[in-house]
């Protein structure tokens, strides 16, 4: 509670070839309980992940890299320059936090960092970087993401098989309740696709949003989101071959599936 990060992080394949998973971030890698949280801290330093993994997952926050607990009233500033050139299976990058869980909360947090994020599968192995989720906020957004500000450029080139990436919130998904309200984009989203990717989700606020039948109806209630950058796509092809290919850009969501209600 009320700490400060003024040293950069940067991790190679030093670590990161004999990693099964790993977690970066300028506060906390990993908060590993429910009842856990990080409050009123700020990260002052890049964070910067290169190297070819064996690792599964790869989760990259400005202040915490993967959460099952909560997030309140921290910042990432300009300073907090967030680079990810790995090519874990999956990748996780997020303003403020890498990935957060169903019971996360999520909440009075801003985003100063600019997010740079490149994965070349071809390069690094047809199984390699093949999910990419990329949010301004959070990568994966579960539980409650509410009153958020992203004042971060979100930049990837990537020839991932499936990208999503949103100004807030990469992927929104989950078999439980979602709450998303007031969050704000002030920043561009941009995705030069580098291949042909399966599945490109690109939104303002949301990459892609679905929620499994009996879940509480996704709470876009008053004034869920505002956006002022631009979203762009550029080069973007899905993969011919595949047996579904969707390429979707949204001004707040690039898709929504399931039961869906917006």
């Known amino acids: ?22 977690c970066a971030a300028g506060i906390t890698g990993y908060i590993s309980n429910d009842d856990g949280y990080v409050e009123k801290c700020t990260n002052n330093a890049a964070i910067s992940v290169e190297g070819t993994a064996t690792a599964m997952d790869c989760f990259i926050g ?4 993967a959460c099952n607990g909560s997030i309140y009233d921290c910042t990432n500033t300009v300073k907090g320059s967030i680079t990810s050139l790995i090519a874990a299976k999956t990748n996780y990058v997020g303003g403020i936090c890498g990935s957060s869980n169903q019971n996360s909360k999520i909440l009075r947090n801003t985003n100063r960092g600019q997010i740079n994020y490149h994965v070349n599968a071809t390069r690094d192995g047809d199984d390699n970087g093949r999910l990419s989720y990329i949010g301004g906020i959070t990568s994966c957004g579960r539980g409650e993401v509410s009153d958020n500000a992203n004042y971060g450029s979100i930049y990837s080139t990537s020839s991932a098989k499936m990208i999503y990436i949103g100004g807030i919130v990469g992927i929104a998904a989950s078999d439980a309740p979602i709450v998303m309200k007031n969050n704000y984009n002030d920043k561009d989203v941009v995705l030069e696709s580098t291949g042909k990717g399966r599945y490109v989700y690109v939104g303002g606020l949301i990459g892609f949003y679905n929620y499994a039948s009996g879940a509480a109806v996704f709470d876009f209630s008053e004034d869920t989101g505002s956006i002022l950058g631009t979203i762009r796509c550029n080069n973007c092809e899905a993969k011919a071959e595949a047996t579904y290919t969707y390429v979707a850009i949204g001004g707040y969501i690039g898709r929504t599936a399931g039961d869906s209600n917006v």
């Open 1 to 22: 509670k009320e700490c400060t990060n003024n040293g950069k992080i940067t991790l190679d394949d030093t670590v990161i070839s004999t990693s099964e998973s790993v």
């Open 62 to 65: 400005g202040i915490v890299g």
